[in-house]
């Protein structure tokens, strides 16, 4: 029987207890159980095979996906005095790192995920005692996961070479259909699962579309002190971004896979020292990252799922205290999503598409947006959590079917290839000299949105007819028809938009919008009187300017 692990988790680790679901963890992989936990980011999932593997005899072997976040874990272990070693192809000591192992003097051993297809290692692993399997960051192994690693596949005939040797399989992101397949391809029963509560109660999610994302992000730096993330969609964007954010006056950095090593290593080394500043990065920063007190991420940009989304904004607010996680998208961030799922593997297709809808279902929401990130994780959640931006300011809604009618009747009848600008000069009826020799006048559609409300509505529910699909832009940015357009035209689907004020501007210059208003870098007059009758249309206007689309 072995030992008893509270007293090692105060000598060895210095906690006080376990935490969460960590103890039934423990238990199972004491008693020689094969596991899955999923438990959120920050839960504390190393302890699960760090504990066990000071109490076991032999030594525990970590399959982890990067070698940069083996590295650090590396280092955490052994600071609190755990026998570690880390077998990759960068380390220098690789045969000093064997002969310990071969000597039993190795409590965890961390390893690629490909070591598992060669034979010298899985001949070396029976040259002295195993005491566990720990598969850190299992959803790798789930074409269904967010992040399939084909190494992750290597992974079953080792573990079933040593059928003695139990198995822990550790995620922080896994949906129903994910964890199903993970306890399938690692061979683990199903009541080998173990979920941690996924809510992140300090956390505040709030999303709102993208309008001049710059501006919005600076906003919400002014307004939130503390050390914070902005996850930007391009290396060159997180330069551009921690500029822009320099004006603030708070320091900014930024951290992409294209820096200089030393530069990126230092960024996060300030960051993690600093008590407020703003790291602008792409998705490769966070990954093994202990910063407790990170006060806010912000995503300039849809992130890649809503997994991800999770794991990401998961990163705030780790000490507990209030945390806010803000989300701007853009209905091109959907578009370009479908762009890609179309071109992934027919077999992948369909988990791409269930986790767009997903992602589509948690931006869209009038209703909590706590309910739909936990219910996508299994979790039980009210319907009302009282800490995200539509529990503590619920939005209203207006019926804009008629108005996405007209709008799909005007792409149809200018023969689906005009963009959104184009299509609302028809329909308010502003002529130009395009439309003139078109002879689109005669159409219709002509004129047809003449009240101001409608007015209101228009780009909402283009952006709205995007991102369900019923629109498309082609490459040229003109509107075609998508699957959705039939069910809106055809089987009196609504379309409901979801009215929300937009929030103060603070003293900067005015730069944004209202009723839909563009910037015209070339000075067009056409585009200034369209403005003009906008404006003139907006002053009477019942529904407010500021009407957007979730
Ligand atoms: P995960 O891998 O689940 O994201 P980590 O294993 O990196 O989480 O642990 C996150 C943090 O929680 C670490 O700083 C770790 O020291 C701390 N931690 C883990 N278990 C406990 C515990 N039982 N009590 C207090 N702190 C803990
Ligand atoms: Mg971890």
Request: glycine content about 8%; overall charge neutral; some cysteine.
């Amino acid at each position: 029987m072995p030992r008893d692990p509270l007293p090692l988790l105060h000598s060895t680790f210095g906690f006080p207890g376990f935490r969460g679901v960590q103890e039934s963890v423990v238990t199972r992989v004491l008693a020689g159980d094969n596991t899955l936990a999923v438990m959120p980011t920050g839960a504390g999932k190393s302890l699960c095979y760090q504990l066990p593997s000071v109490v076991l005899e032999g030594t525990c072997v970590v399959v982890s996906p990067l070698i940069a976040l083996m590295h650090d874990q590396l280092r955490a272990a052994t600071a609190v005095g755990i026998r570690a070693a880390t077998l990759t192809s960068v380390d220098t000591d690789q045969m000093e790192t064997i002969a310990r192992f071969r000597r039993g003097e190795l409590d965890l051993l961390y390893v690629a995920p490909e070591r598992a297809s060669n034979m010298a290692f899985r001949e070396l692993l029976t040259q002295a005692p195993l005491a566990l399997f720990a598969i850190d960051e299992a959803h790798c192994v789930s074409e269904w996961g967010h992040d399939f690693r084909p190494d992750y596949r290597l992974l079953r005939p080792l573990l079933d070479h040593f059928p003695h040797v139990p198995r822990l399989a550790l995620t922080a992101t896994a949906d129903k259909v994910t964890r199903d397949d993970i306890l399938d391809q690692l061979g683990i029963p199903r009541e080998g699962m173990i979920v941690a509560g996924f809510d992140r109660p300090n956390i505040r999610y709030t999303i709102s579309p993208k309008d001049n994302t710059t501006r919005q992000i600076a906003d919400l730096i002014a307004e939130t002190p503390g050390a914070g993330i902005v996850y930007c969609q391009s290396r060159a964007g997180t330069e551009k971004m921690a500029e822009a954010l320099a004006r603030s006056g708070r320091p900014t950095r930024a951290y992409h896979a294209g820096l200089d090593p030393q530069v990126r290593a230092r960024n996060q080394a300030d960051f993690v020292a600093s008590e407020d500043m703003v790291i602008c990065a792409t998705v490769a920063f966070g990954m093994g990252i202990d910063k407790p007190d990170v006060r806010f991420v912000a995503h300039a940009g849809m992130p890649k799922s809503i997994e991800s989304y999770y794991q990401e904004t998961g990163r705030a607010g780790r000490d507990g205290d209030p945390a806010v996680a803000h989300l701007f998208w853009g209905a091109e961030d959907f578009a370009k999503a479908r762009q890609r799922m179309s071109e992934v593997e027919p077999a992948r297709q369909a988990g791409e598409r269930v986790r767009l809808q997903a992602l589509g279902a948690l931006v869209e929401t009038p209703g909590c947006r706590r309910k739909i990130l936990l219910r996508h994780f299994g979790d039980d959640a009210p319907d009302y959590c009282g800490n995200c931006d539509n529990c503590l300011n619920p939005p209203g809604a207006v019926d804009a079917t008629e108005v996405a009618k007209k709008v799909l009747s005007a792409v149809f009848r200018t023969g689906q290839s005009f963009g959104m600008g184009y299509i609302e000069q028809v329909l308010t009826g502003v002529s130009t000299e395009r439309s003139l020799m078109n002879g689109h006048e005669a159409l219709g559609v002509w004129g047809l949105v003449s009240s101001a409300d409608e007015l209101a509505l228009l780009k909402p529910v283009i952006r709205a007819l995007l991102l369900r699909d019923a629109l498309r832009a082609n490459d040229f940015g003109g509107l075609e028809f998508g699957p959705g357009a039939r069910g809106i035209l055809k089987e009196n689907e609504e379309v409901s938009l979801i009215l929300q004020p937009k929030r103060e501007r603070r003293g900067r210059g005015r730069s944004g919008s209202s009723a839909g208003t563009v910037a015209n870098p070339s000075g067009d007059p056409l585009f200034e009187a369209l403005r003009a009758k906008r404006r003139a249309l907006a002053a009477e206007a019942s529904v407010p300017p500021y009407v957007i689309f979730h």
